[in-house]
Nanobody, 119 residues
Framework: QVELVESGGGLVQPGGSLRLSCVAS????????VGWYRQPPGERRELVAL??????KYVDSVKGRFTISRDYAENTAYLQMNSLKPDDTAVYFC??????????????WGRGTQVTVSS
């Protein structure tokens, strides 16, 4: 069984920074794409950033402010968020395509971490 656990969320003032972490644990052989999504209150979940084979992609609203990265050895992904705005307030979720040592590729979600940007 594979699990994704996010951490690093919290309350931050506008203009501040946070770094989110997503740790994958369990029966893992390989991880392909990893994405960070967010869901503001009452809204749909949206893709914020994606990393696949070292290539990255961002939603326009976070370009130049957020950076996604991975530590392949530690099965960990990060989302560095700078110049945060109140509109960035949301629950942030990690998502990954995981191949367990036995079985097929599986898409897995973490439970999310709350990010609140407010003065």
């Amino acid at each position: 069984q594979v699990e994704l656990v996010e951490s690093g969320g919290g309350l931050v003032q506008p203009g501040g920074s946070l770094r989110l972490s997503c740790v994958a644990s369990g029966d893992i052989f390989s991880i392909n794409a990893v994405g960070w999504y967010r869901q503001p209150p009452g809204e749909r979940r949206e893709l914020v950033a994606l990393i696949v084979s070292g290539s990255t992609k961002y939603v326009d609203s976070v370009k130049g402010r957020f950076t996604i990265s991975r530590d392949y050895a530690e099965n960990t992904a990060y989302l560095q968020m700078n110049s945060l705005k109140p509109d960035d307030t949301a629950v942030y979720f990690c998502n990954a395509d995981v191949l367990p040592t036995r079985g097929d590729w599986t898409n897995i979600w973490g439970r999310g971490t709350q990010v609140t940007v407010s003065s």
